[in-house]
C-alpha cells in the first residue's frame, strides 16, 4: 500500500515506518521541517497543499501530536487551545479533507495515548485532546465506510522515557516498536472504530 | 449552596435550575444574552469578568454547549473548531479559572452527552467535543482534590426532540428533568472524577 505517515521523524513515527517497510508499504513520511513532504498540519491549508503533492493513497497513518504538560493550577487558557491544535484538530483535519483523497477501501490511524482513560498529574489537557480523538474515531467509523479509522492508545515509549518519564511514575512503558505492531493491525486488518490500547 | 449555573436559559438549564432551586440552594444562572449574570464563556476574559461578578461560590454546574451537527462530508474546518469552543474549551476554561474561585471543597459538574460513546451520523465534531469533557474530568479529578468534578451524559431531552430528534432516530429520549437529577447527585454527592450517563 500507499501510506501517508504524518509525524514519521519522531519516536514512534520512526519505530511505524520501520514497521510498515518491513511489510512491503510504500511509506510517505510527513514532517514539519523534514521528511518525504514537509507540513504543518496544524494549518487546514498546509494539510490541502499535502494532499495534493501526496497523490493516490491507500492509507494515512498519523504519529504526531504536540501536547502541553502542565498542571492544572499551571495551565494557561492557551495551552488548551496549542494542545486541541496540535493533538486533536490537526488528526481531525487529515480526516476530514483525507476522506476525498485516499482509496475507497483505504483507512485512517490515528494517534490517541493511555490518559484518555488513566490520567496523570498534568496531562489535563492532553488528555482532553486524546478523548477527543477517540470520540472521534467512533463517530467517523460510522460515517466513512467502506474507508476505516482507528486510533491507537499507547502508553509512554520506553524511547519517551526521558522526556515523560516523569509524568509517567509507575506507569509501564513499552517500545515504540510494540506499538507500531498496532498500526499493522489497524492499516491492514479490517476493523474500524477501535482503540487499539497499548498498555 | 451557592451555584453558578452557567446556560440557566437552556432546556436543561431550566431543568437544573429547577431541580437545585428545590433543593433549597441559591442559583445564580448564567446566560448569553440574558440571565442572572450575562456573559459568553466562548472568550476566557468574560469566563474572569463572570467569576468576579458572580462572587463566593459552592459548586459550578454547566448544562451549556454549542456544537454543530452536520455529516462529515460536509463539515469545514471551521465547525470542528467551532464546536470545541462552544462545547470543550468553554467549560475547561471554567474549571481553570474556577478553580480559584469555588470553594475548597465545592464542585465543578459539566456536560457531555451521549455520542461521545455511542455514535450518531453527523455527529462528529460534537463528539470530539464531548470526549474531550470526559477525558479532562477523569484527569481533573486528580488534581483538583479537594474540590470535585464529575460530567453529565444525557442522551437527547424529550424537550429537544424537535430540534435535535431527526440525528438520534431510536435513541431513548428522557425528560430533562431527569438529566438535572444527575446534577444533585454530583453537586450534592461525594464522588469525583465520574461520568453520569443518563440514556
Known sequence: MRILLVGAGGTLGGAVRRALAARGHEVIGVGRSAGDLVADVTDPEAVARLYTEAGPLDAVAITAGDAVFRPLGELAADDFVTTFRG????????VRQGARHVAPTGSFTLVSGIIAEQ?????AAASAANGAVEAFVRTAAIELPPQRINAVSPTVAEESLPAYGPFFAG??????????????RSIEGAQTGQVYRIW
Chains 1, 2 share one sequence.
Do not use: I
Not at 493533538?87 to 487529515?94: F, G, N, T
Not at 490520567?119 to 496531562?123: K, L, N, S, Y
Open 171 to 184: 506507569v509501564e512503558a513499552v517500545p515504540a516498536a510494540r506499538v507500531a505492531t498496532a498500526y499493522v
Open 87 to 94: 493533538k486533536a484538530l490537526s488528526q481531525l483535519e487529515l
Open 119 to 123: 490520567p496523570v498529574v498534568a496531562g
